[in-house]
């Protein structure tokens, strides 16, 4: 698997960034090439996109989400991919908001894609966007604040 991570500053507080990254279905405005992400309850999301010219679906499953500090997820079937996103407060009005996806490019298209850097490019640009979504907007689009703990927390481990 291949992994890209990408920060950057938005000039909002913590829980406006962290409340508008939950509204998984408005990832389509500031997502390049992601046509719709339909969320099927508060663990499973099924997503469509365009990835290297080619349309794709995939449904994944939200493995950890703590309000204000992280989520994370993974995919359960179709285009193979997981990551996590950070928030960290810097001050009162920025969060600072780190992007890191783990993917397997598959077949000759993808895999140029990523020699290329155009994954980097795109994860680097869907920051940007929301960067400009988020800060544009007087409140986020919306927010869960629901707790889905990591799984060694659901079994009772550490």
């Known amino acids: 698997m291949k992994t890209i991570k990408d920060s950057i500053i938005v000039d ?3 829980a406006r960034a962290y409340n508008q990254w939950t509204q998984f279905e408005e990832f389509p405005r500031f ?8 969320q ?3 663990k499973r999301l099924h997503w469509k996109a365009v990835i290297a010219g080619k349309s ?3 449904d994944a499953e939200i493995t950890e989400q703590i309000p204000d500090q992280r989520i994370a997820w993974r995919s359960t079937d179709g285009a193979k991919n997981s990551g996590k996103i950070h928030f960290l407060a810097q001050g009162v009005n920025q969060t600072e908001v780190t992007l890191e996806v783990d993917y397997e490019p598959e077949g000759m298209v993808e895999n140029l894609g990523d020699l290329l850097g155009l994954v980097s490019a795109r994860v680097s640009g869907d920051l940007a966007r929301f960067k400009k979504f988020i800060e544009t ?3 986020a689009t919306g927010g869960w604040r629901g707790q889905i703990p990591a799984p060694a927390e659901q079994a009772g481990g550490i």
């Open 12 to 14: 909002v507080p913590l």
């Open 137 to 139: 907007r007087h409140s």
């Open 40 to 42: 099927l309850d508060d």
């Open 31 to 38: 997502m390049e090439g992601v046509k719709e992400v339909k």
């Open 56 to 58: 794709e679906e995939w």
